[in-house]
């Protein structure tokens, strides 16, 4: 399973945030969701999302057009194909990449994150979503300017980012649950063109 690829992110992401020891209820209740919402978004043979054209443009008694909330949230959410791992050797890939994330995390977190994601957790707040990306990607860019330390030099620029990435994303959401979902899609909209240099 190659989890440097774009359609992957999600899954990382999701893998990550899922392994990481979580002692907030109300947190742990958006994860779930999070996760159900992320399967349920496959058709039952993994072949994309699961929209059924063929109901669309049937009149109801009422004369409105059959729609699903599916294909009226269509531009809202992130068109990702997820690829659920189908077989023990790619989900434990995922895991195994997610683990490689979650140690350069909490190399991260012990440093300056803790400030960071009490940063972003403000602005978040403040701000529409809209900005939410741009308030994320200078909030990594201050944590990188702050010194990674030698331990962490070594490793790839990308995995450094995405792990300090998701570890924001997890610090943010440790204060205000109820960020996770918007918090998650923009996170993957702001890694994806890391992941694909």
Not at 52 to 60: K, M, N, S, T
Not at 74 to 100: C, F
Not at 127 to 149: C, D, N, R, T
Request: with cysteine; hydrophobic share 40%; glycine share 8%.
């Amino acid at each position: 399973m190659d989890c440097g690829d774009v359609q992957c992110t999600p899954l990382v992401f999701l893998t990550f945030l899922q392994q990481q020891i979580c002692n907030n209820a109300e947190l742990r209740r958006e994860l779930d969701s999070l996760g159900r919402e992320l399967k349920l978004s496959q058709d039952i043979n993994g072949n994309g999302l699961g929209i059924d054209i063929h109901e669309e443009g049937e009149l109801q008694t009422d004369g409105h057009f059959c729609s699903s909330s599916r294909i009226l949230l269509e531009g809202l959410e992130p068109q990702v194909a997820l690829a659920w791992p189908d077989n023990p050797a790619e989900e434990e890939a995922l895991r195994g990449v997610a683990a490689g994330l979650i140690e350069i995390a909490d190399q991260l977190e012990r440093n300056v994150v803790a400030q960071a994601a009490e940063n972003l957790t403000k602005k978040l707040q403040k701000y529409s979503i809209g900005l939410w990306k741009h308030h994320l990607a200078l909030e990594v860019e201050w944590v990188k300017k702050q010194g990674l330390g030698p331990v962490l030099d070594h490793l790839p620029q990308e995995k450094v980012i995405m792990a300090l990435t998701l570890t924001l994303v997890k610090g943010v959401c440790e204060h205000a649950p109820l960020l996770l979902r918007n918090l998650f899609n923009t996170a993957v909209q702001f890694i994806n063109p890391t992941v694909a240099r």
